[in-house]
């Protein structure tokens, strides 16, 4: 089954840009999703197809993907972005395949 | 507005069975790629199952054999039963809507299996 890796955590100070990258066989030819988790709170879309947002998710939010590894990239860091980040594609032997999830800490 | 809310969730000991719901609004369910994701205690997301809008269902190896994906077309809404439950089926069950990405989620509703 495919395999997606993130780091488990990742520090920024406010103001700053946070990269989190996820990890995956020839990733570049599959479609990334990144979702953002609060504590206690269900998932949210936040980039999708590799770097579309949805509508209400803040332009400092953007997505890249090539070769083995795909990027979500924060820039301007604020502090209500701590959050969990889970990348997630499709894969034809496990439909959704989701990232071990990277925390995002604001210093 | 697209909704999604779970019940169902509950306490229930090891070997028993449980039915979780998800009442949809805003779209309808048959028309749409419905999936269970979990997430245990502290830890990541988990795909469980889908069903396909023509029907056609798949599931994690974890729960295969064991847990049913279904769907009320009359009532919108999406059913998980899960049978011979176990310790490791702990955790916050969510549905969602999406065929390659889940477009949107429900708040989840939280299944503990322990004696």
């Known amino acids: 089954s495919y395999v997606l890796t993130q780091p488990p955590s990742v520090s920024v100070a406010p103001g700053k840009t946070a990269r989190i990258t996820c990890g995956g066989n020839?990733?570049?030819?599959?479609?990334v999703h990144w979702y953002q988790q609060k504590p206690g709170q269900a998932p949210v879309l936040v980039i999708y197809?590799?770097?579309d947002r949805p509508s209400g998710i803040p332009e400092r939010f953007s997505g890249s993907n090539s070769g083995n590894t795909a990027t979500l990239t924060i820039s301007r860091v604020e502090a209500g972005d701590e959050a969990d980040y889970y990348c997630?594609?499709?894969?034809?032997?496990?439909?959704?395949?989701f990232g071990g999830g990277t925390k995002l800490t604001v210093l | 507005e697209v909704q999604l809310v779970e019940t169902g969730g509950g306490l229930i000991q090891p070997g028993g069975s449980l039915r979780l719901s998800c009442a949809a609004s805003?779209?309808?369910?048959?028309?749409?790629?419905m999936s269970w994701v979990r997430q245990a205690p502290g830890k990541g997301l988990e795909w469980v199952s889908v069903?396909?809008?023509?029907?056609?269902?798949y599931y994690a190896d974890s729960v295969k054999g064991r847990f049913t994906i279904s769907r009320d077309n009359s009532k919108n809404t999406l059913y998980l039963q899960m049978n011979s439950l176990r310790a490791e089926d702990t955790a916050v069950y969510y549905c969602?809507?999406?065929?390659?990405?889940?477009?949107?989620w429900g708040q989840g509703t939280l299944v503990t299996v322990s004696s």
């Open positions: 969602a809507r999406g065929q390659w990405l889940a477009e949107y």
């Open positions: 020839n990733i570049g030819s599959k479609s």
């Open positions: 805003g779209f309808t369910v048959s028309s749409n790629y």
């Open positions: 997630q594609v499709w894969d034809s032997s496990s439909d959704w395949v």
């Open positions: 197809y590799d770097s």
């Open positions: 069903i396909y809008s023509g029907g056609s269902t």
